[in-house]
């Protein structure tokens, strides 16, 4: 790998040419040909699968030489997607896929409640108290949309592949794989959208939004 990996600047290579998995290229033979890139994206954009082009994107410097670990976590969560468009299963998504529907009812109280706040203000002639309440309802969509992302059952099996390739095969065996919870959502078609894997709110961001939510 590492000769092809010298090659890589500035075009996708073969996944077989990143990763040595012959379990995997004999259960699934044409992926040793998927291509696999390095793109720079937003901090928070971990990495995408499109199933248009059968493509995985990384985000990285397209000179790169080899992949840091957080990378190779994002490649196997990427690769898991793919797997998914092969077999049929339910799919993953990206957060600004999600709709009201997809929303927990606790944000959808509080995103309601919020906008009748910001109405009562309007109707009030309170114009700044009313724009202050409908960006904390902006960020409550946002975290809404993240949330119902995390729990796409594609997304869930994705993490949860990021998660057993540190086992042993003692441990794989032991530990039932992630199925999600009550409220994991199940879209079998994906909405023909390519599944990206986002990196979690920061702790800050999360205690923001409970306030706001809470006010």
């Known amino acids: 790998q590492d000769a092809a990996l010298q090659e890589w600047a500035n075009r996708p290579i073969a996944l077989s040419d990143v990763i040595d998995h012959p379990e995997l290229f004999r259960a699934y033979p044409g992926m040793a040909n998927m291509k696999v890139e390095l793109v720079p994206m937003h901090k928070n954009d971990l990495g995408m699968y499109n199933p248009e082009t059968d493509t995985i994107t990384l985000n990285g410097q397209p000179t790169q030489r080899t992949l840091i670990k957080s990378q190779m976590s994002t490649l196997l969560h990427e690769i898991q997607h793919a797997i998914q468009q092969r077999e049929g299963f339910a799919r993953g998504g990206n957060s600004q896929s999600m709709k009201w529907d997809d929303y927990s009812p606790k944000f959808q109280r509080s995103i309601t409640e919020t906008r009748d706040k910001a109405r009562e ?3 009030e002639g309170e114009v700044g108290k009313m724009n202050e309440q409908l960006d904390i309802a902006d960020d409550l969509v946002q975290r809404a949309k993240f949330d119902a992302y ?6 869930v099996e994705a993490r949860d592949t990021q998660w057993r390739a540190s086992m042993d095969d003692m441990d794989r065996r032991i530990m039932t794989p992630d199925q999600g919870k009550d409220d994991v959502i ?4 994906g909405q023909d959208m390519a599944a990206s894997f986002h990196q979690d709110p920061t702790p800050e961001q999360i205690r923001s939004l409970d306030d706001a939510a809470k006010a």
């Open 150 to 155: 995390q729990r796409l059952l594609g997304e």
């Open 186 to 189: 199940i879209r079998w078609n």
């Open 121 to 123: 203000y309007y109707a």
